[in-house]
């Protein structure tokens, strides 16, 4: 009997694949890793062709052969392995069936309660059966329940050889949670698929066909340590320095107050003392000419704080991360239009948004390969509240076969 795709999410989101964005080997993590050869084996196992797992570059890849001799596209399926900076150690996934609205008891013994005041949108749950952690870890909905959306479809399409399709090519990638490093090391040209999908979006219906651009700044602020008793007019304090970079960005331009179109600045990282202090801030946002003018916001900033001293006290460097996919896919229309078709297909209407972050596919389309972003139909990602629902599992591996069909 085939394995359900509650008990595959259940026995992949067990499994500890955190990323580590200060690690310096790649994959970031032997785990994910050790992961991956175990994917490749169950691909071989379910009748997959030519399953290979590429070490060197950390990914597993596998083919579903076409059933029909027709000239049809090569459709590719991606998700990564790896989840998100939040405690993955010892995760205890928790299955509530029949919701019934009401707050959701994730750890009696250490009082944790999925609030609905807090998410009302549990209410569109009501009568689902709901997947969580025992709130102590996240639970790793992404991106394993795009995994198994991929591989419970592929599962399907073995056992219904009568469907016709087309050759269909799937992957599994590393390090995605700390800069789609699995991404850039992933060789698309040997990947062969004309287009592709990566579910690693949210609710059910969620797609996107855009995202932000997307720059990291890092800065080191140089400080002067001087005895307090003795400091006046001779002192820098570094770390007053870093809290006037933040207080002079824009204060309404942060995620925590911005949706939609809207960018922002987020500083992410902040370490040090009296004698040096170490940043990091990331910017956002989906307009290009917005984006540009965003750094020019942020290097005025320090310009003009580095002003006030004799030398510049503050030292920067600005690194693009990823770009808008708009800028792709408005020349392959058709990679959203065949996706959106597929929800409609399955009854599900498309809520088509710009998606507030990135992901592998930011990579993808410029390495030539038109890339659109599913649901996985998890919800409060990265965190100890995180979600899916059965229903959702079963909703992204029957859009999944539907994008197959076309």
Not at 159 to 184: M, N, Q, T
Not at 197 to 207: E, L
Not at 303 to 326: F, M
């Given at each position: 009997?085939?394995?359900?795709?509650?008990?595959?999410?259940?026995?992949?989101?067990?499994?500890?694949?955190?990323?580590?964005?200060?690690?310096?080997?790649?994959?970031?993590?032997?785990?994910?890793?050790?992961?991956?050869?175990?994917?490749?084996?169950?691909?071989?196992?379910?009748?997959?062709?030519?399953?290979?797992?590429?070490?060197?570059?950390?990914?597993?890849?596998?083919?579903?052969?076409?059933?029909?001799?027709?000239?049809?596209?090569?459709?590719?399926?991606?998700?990564?392995?790896?989840?998100?900076?939040?405690?993955?150690?010892?995760?205890?996934?928790?299955?509530?069936?029949?919701?019934?609205?009401?707050?959701?008891?994730?750890?009696?013994?250490?009082?944790?309660?999925?609030?609905?005041?807090?998410?009302?949108?549990?209410?569109?749950?009501?009568?689902?059966?709901?997947?969580?952690?025992?709130?102590?870890?996240?639970?790793?909905?992404?991106?394993?329940?795009?995994?198994?959306?991929?591989?419970?479809?592929?599962?399907?399409?073995?056992?219904?050889?009568?469907?016709?399709?087309?050759?269909?090519?799937?992957?599994?990638?590393?390090?995605?949670?700390?800069?789609?490093?699995?991404?850039?090391?992933?060789?698309?040209?040997?990947?062969?698929?004309?287009?592709?999908?990566?579910?690693?979006?949210?609710?059910?219906?969620?797609?996107?066909?855009?995202?932000?651009?997307?720059?990291?700044?890092?800065?080191?602020?140089?400080?002067?340590?001087?005895?307090?008793?003795?400091?006046?007019?001779?002192?820098?304090?570094?770390?007053?320095?870093?809290?006037?970079?933040?207080?002079?960005?824009?204060?309404?331009?942060?995620?925590?107050?911005?949706?939609?179109?809207?960018?922002?600045?987020?500083?992410?990282?902040?370490?040090?003392?009296?004698?040096?202090?170490?940043?990091?801030?990331?910017?956002?946002?989906?307009?290009?000419?917005?984006?540009?003018?965003?750094?020019?916001?942020?290097?005025?900033?320090?310009?003009?704080?580095?002003?006030?001293?004799?030398?510049?006290?503050?030292?920067?460097?600005?690194?693009?991360?990823?770009?808008n996919i708009k800028e792709v896919l408005d020349h392959h229309p058709y990679v959203m239009e065949r996706a959106l078709k597929a929800y409609r297909d399955c009854g599900i209407e498309p809520d088509i948004q710009p998606f507030r972050g990135g992901m592998d596919g930011c990579v993808f389309n410029f390495k030539g390969l038109p890339t659109a972003n599913i649901f996985t139909g998890g919800e409060n990602l990265h965190?100890?509240?995180?979600?899916?629902?059965?229903?959702?599992?079963?909703?992204?591996?029957?859009?999944i076969v539907a994008i197959i069909k076309g």
């Amino acid at each position: 009997m085939a394995e359900s795709l509650t008990d595959r999410f259940i026995r992949y989101a067990k499994v500890n694949t955190r990323s580590d964005m200060y690690s310096e080997t790649f994959p970031s993590t032997q785990s994910q890793l050790d992961f991956l050869e175990v994917i490749a084996g169950e691909m071989e196992e379910l009748g997959l062709s030519q399953v290979d797992f590429d070490r060197q570059r950390a990914c597993v890849t596998a083919t579903l052969p076409a059933t029909t001799e027709a000239d049809l596209p090569v459709i590719g399926f991606v998700a990564h392995v790896d989840t998100a900076d939040f405690n993955a150690e010892n995760i205890q996934p928790q299955v509530h069936e029949d919701y019934d609205g009401q707050d959701l008891v994730l750890n009696e013994a250490e009082g944790i309660v999925m609030e609905v005041a807090e998410f009302p949108f549990l209410k569109d749950y009501v009568g689902q059966t709901l997947i969580t952690s025992d709130g102590t870890t996240l639970l790793g909905a992404d991106d394993k329940a795009g995994m198994v959306g991929i591989i419970g479809a592929m599962e399907y399409l073995l056992a219904h050889p009568e469907i016709e399709h087309g050759k269909v090519r799937i992957a599994f990638v590393v390090d995605e949670e700390i800069g789609l490093l699995g991404a850039y090391r992933f060789d698309v040209e040997g990947f062969g698929a004309d287009f592709a999908y990566t579910p690693d979006s949210g609710r059910v219906g969620k797609i996107e066909g855009e995202t932000f651009n997307a720059a990291q700044v890092e800065v080191w602020i140089e400080g002067k340590s001087v005895h307090p008793g003795s400091s006046k007019g001779n002192a820098i304090n570094p770390l007053h320095l870093g809290a006037q970079i933040v207080n002079d960005l824009p204060k309404d331009q942060v995620p925590e107050k911005t949706d939609g179109y809207e960018g922002y600045f987020m500083l992410t990282q902040q370490n040090g003392d009296l004698g040096q202090v170490h940043q990091v801030f990331i910017i956002r946002d989906h307009d290009e000419a917005k984006f540009q003018e965003r750094k020019e916001i942020f290097a005025q900033v320090v310009d003009k704080i580095n002003s006030q001293y004799k030398r510049p006290r503050i030292r920067y460097e600005i690194s693009d991360q990823y770009k808008n996919i708009k800028e792709v896919l408005d020349h392959h229309p058709y990679v959203m239009e065949r996706a959106l078709k597929a929800y409609r297909d399955c009854g599900i209407e498309p809520d088509i948004q710009p998606f507030r972050g990135g992901m592998d596919g930011c990579v993808f389309n410029f390495k030539g390969l038109p890339t659109a972003n599913i649901f996985t139909g998890g919800e409060n990602l990265h965190g100890q509240y995180e979600f899916v629902s059965a229903q959702g599992l079963q909703a992204l591996q029957d859009v999944i076969v539907a994008i197959i069909k076309g």
